[in-house]
């Protein structure tokens, strides 16, 4: 199944129904707390409309198609990707700096932030060697 | 990178559109193409290479950095 393809919204669609029966099901049977049939609600909603409605827009399906396989577009999102990530580790770096000049109180956050960027730092050298091994 | 692109497409009395269409990517990218603000994949550059019927080098002239 190609994502954002006609089959990608189709099964978008039915996920949506299939929440829909869920809900269904629960109101006979109370099997969902409050807040989950709240979700449920508002996303099998969103998913019907919304895949429902794009399944059928022969236009938009063939530019997103384009889009994918454009390979400038590939390079674009990945650069703008790379861009995110270097700002997303800077700011990191800044409110970690922030936070330890604060006191101990946000020690637990400056903590927080360092193991977020120390798992993105693994992350990244994991997929980079496994790339490796396939380029 | 140089390339003659727009000439070739021009030539053949085709929109970038149908260009696009034709090589499956958007018109964005073949307008970059003729730019030069973008230097095609090989593959993408062989695939222009044989819808106008040249080779490589006579759509695309490399220029090597005088430095």
């Given amino acids: ?135 | 990178m140089k390339n003659r692109l727009e000439e070739l497409r021009r030539k053949k009395g085709i929109s970038q559109e149908r260009l696009a269409e034709a090589m499956g990517v958007s018109r964005q990218t073949i307008n970059s193409l003729e730019n030069g603000r973008y230097n095609p994949s090989i593959k993408l550059a062989f695939k222009l290479a044989r819808y106008f019927d040249l080779s490589i080098e006579e759509i695309f002239i490399y220029e090597e950095d005088n430095k």
């Fill in chain 1, 1 to 135: 199944m190609k994502m954002f393809g006609k089959s990608y919204y189709e099964a978008l669609f039915y996920l949506g129904i299939g929440f829909g029966v869920v809900i269904a099901l629960n109101r006979r049977f109370k099997f969902l707390p409050d807040f989950a049939v709240g979700f449920l609600t508002g996303l099998s909603i969103v998913l019907m409309l919304v895949a429902g409605a794009l399944r059928f827009r022969e236009k938009y399906l063939k530019a997103a198609e384009i889009r994918r396989g454009d390979e400038r577009m590939q390079m674009i999102s990945g650069k703008a990707h790379e861009a995110a990530y270097y700002a997303l580790l800077a700011l990191g770096a800044v409110a970690i700096l922030s936070f330890s000049f604060l006191g101990e109180a946000f020690i637990r956050a400056a903590l927080g932030i360092a193991g977020a960027i120390f798992f993105l730092f693994i992350a990244q050298l994991i997929a980079g060697w496994i790339y490796a091994k396939r380029l």
